[in-house]
């Protein structure tokens, strides 16, 4: 360990970056370092010969075929769990609202009050809520409604109040990332995603909390403080993206995006017991949301069905001139209901993950395995597949983030130091134990294991497997990101869906993954495995 402290400080001193003492006793404390020689020794493992995976134009193939999902109001046949069966009182889906607005039942005004209620009475319970927008939200709620009635309904998100995370631009706002370093930057315009929510009609309330610039899978922040999970408020609600899950969870909206870099929109989903969708790479614009990660961030939607996932993703998705890494062509969406089968998905429940150890506890496995047996009573072809490849990927995915996040924040390291809370200071600060020969081989086994994928990807269509390894933890202790991360790696499209409550109350989880670009297949699986969220 001397050896690495001392290797971090001599590279922490080239880059002009003014590390205390403290920071590398908490560094070593934290264990921020304690997979240095793990990522050797995988590299090791593996072919040095490839392209770095930038280089590799075929990592993410584009499908011939026009992908359909879409939204349907009918409750799927089969369920992970009964206590998924029926919403919360006074909890609906976005699909249920819709219905009413699009009938003048209800006026978007009216559930815009009531959620702006909801959002005064709830956020300071849980610290959900960065920004409330509510006389702008009032301003577009009474908007959709004169359009609506005008007969300019623009579709299911039209009057919809939504809630935004906190790292994407709304103009004229502040965009914190959860950081004091940018509490005082204002947008000067919207994000894409944001703008594209706006294209729909839809009503963005607020801007959530998040661990500070999205770094932790906990809701962990040493400026704005923890966001506490609604099932259990002495538990944690996951991260990055906590104050959106918890909106989303609680009733306070019926939607919101949040970013996954390593799992921060299927982390809380899974904690706070609803429905996270990170699409493939490349699906939806991360124009004018703060960097965490460019090869590793995602952008996507947390919601209480799957059927409002897809909603949201319908939105949001789509080349953007702003983002390049949009701009590879991908199929038009066009909407087709769900109908509750998986018949034809072939889906491997995931046995060794290449560890050797039991992937997570009892009571999660036991749900990932209902899960998969609801698919297999949907129709689904189900078969248990080992996949080593799953633990190099887990090693990998920190080493790209971590690099590319200290570029990201050399900057501010530079100037700014002792304004970043402790957990980020040092965990940023690690990243530089890593050089440019180490973040080109990671590249390279990135290519390799993509491939190696791909080819287990060929006798399956699905995986299902756990979203995360235990229940919730206590308030502000972060998730692990074992299987989350690796899809962030790939790029490929992943959910997260409810799959009941263990014996003390607390949300379980299912994860499935699909090959790039098949989200409708994923959300295909996913609306048979479980049902509207209670």
């Known amino acids: 360990m001397t050896n690495l402290i001392d290797h971090l400080r001599a590279n922490l001193r080239a880059a002009g970056i003014p590390a205390t003492e403290d920071d590398f006793a908490g560094i070593i404390e934290k264990g921020f370092l304690s997979r240095v020689a793990d990522v050797e020794r995988m590299i090791a493992s593996l072919p040095s010969d490839d392209l770095p995976d930038y280089l590799d134009a075929g990592s993410l193939p584009i499908p011939v075929e026009t992908p359909r999902w879409g939204v349907s109001t009918q409750t799927p046949r089969r369920g992970v769990s009964s206590q998924t069966q029926t919403p919360r009182r006074g909890v609906s889906t976005i699909v249920d609202i819709a219905d009413q607005i699009r009938a003048r039942a209800v006026s978007p005004v009216e559930v815009t009050e009531r959620a702006l209620a909801r959002i005064a009475e709830r956020s300071p319970q849980f610290n959900a809520f960065q920004l409330v927008l509510a006389e702008q939200a009032m301003a577009d709620a009474r908007a959709a409604e004169v359009a609506i009635a005008a007969g300019a309904y623009l579709g299911p998100l039209h009057g919809v109040p939504v809630a935004v995370k906190d790292l994407l631009d709304l103009a004229g706002t502040p965009t914190t990332a959860g950081s004091k370093i940018l509490a005082a930057s204002i947008a000067s315009q ?149 109908d509750g089968s998986a018949r034809g998905l072939r889906v491997g ?72 809370g402790e957990f980020m200071r040092q965990r940023i600060l690690a990243a530089f134990v890593y050089g440019s020969a180490t973040f080109v081989a990671a590249q390279q086994a990135r290519t390799a294991l993509r491939r190696r994928m791909a080819a287990i990807f060929e006798r399956i269509d699905i995986l299902a497997l756990p979203s995360v390894p235990h229940l919730a933890p206590p308030l502000g202790v972060p998730t692990p990101t074992t299987f989350t991360g690796p899809f962030n790696c790939l790029g490929w499209p992943a959910i997260s869906i409810p799959a009941g409550k263990s014996a003390d109350g607390l949300p379980l989880a299912l994860q499935l993954v699909a090959r790039p670009w098949e989200e409708p297949a994923l959300l295909r699986a996913a609306f048979a495995a479980t049902a509207p969220l209670c």
């Open 190 to 338: 919207d994000a894409t995603g944001v703008a594209r929510l706006r294209q729909a009609g839809a009503v963005i309330v607020g801007k959530t909390r998040m661990s500070e610039f999205a770094y932790s899978p906990g809701s962990n922040n040493a400026h704005y403080g923890p966001t506490a999970n609604p099932h259990n408020m002495e538990r944690d609600s996951g991260g990055s993206s906590s104050g959106s899950a918890v909106a989303v969870a609680d009733g306070m909206v019926f939607a919101a995006l949040g970013s996954d870099t390593g799992g921060s929109i299927r982390i809380p989903a899974a904690q706070c017991g609803i429905v996270g969708l990170k699409p493939t790479h490349g699906r939806v614009s991360l124009a004018g949301a703060v960097t965490l990660s460019w090869s590793l961030d995602h952008l996507g939607p947390l919601t209480r069905s799957v059927a409002d996932a897809a909603i949201m993703l319908e939105a949001i998705a789509g080349p953007d001139p702003r983002d390049g890494r949009t701009l590879r062509p991908t199929p038009a969406f066009r909407a087709s209901g769900f």
């Open 349 to 420: 429940l995931l046995g060794d993950d290449g560890t050797g150890k039991p992937l997570a506890d009892a009571e999660t496995l036991a749900a990932v395995k209902r899960g998969a047996e609801a698919l297999r009573a949907a129709g689904a072809d189900l078969v248990e597949i080992d996949i080593p490849e799953i633990a190099m990927l887990q090693v990998i995915n920190p080493v790209i983030l971590a690099i590319e996040a200290a570029a990201f924040h050399t900057p501010h390291l530079r100037t700014r130091l002792d304004d970043y």
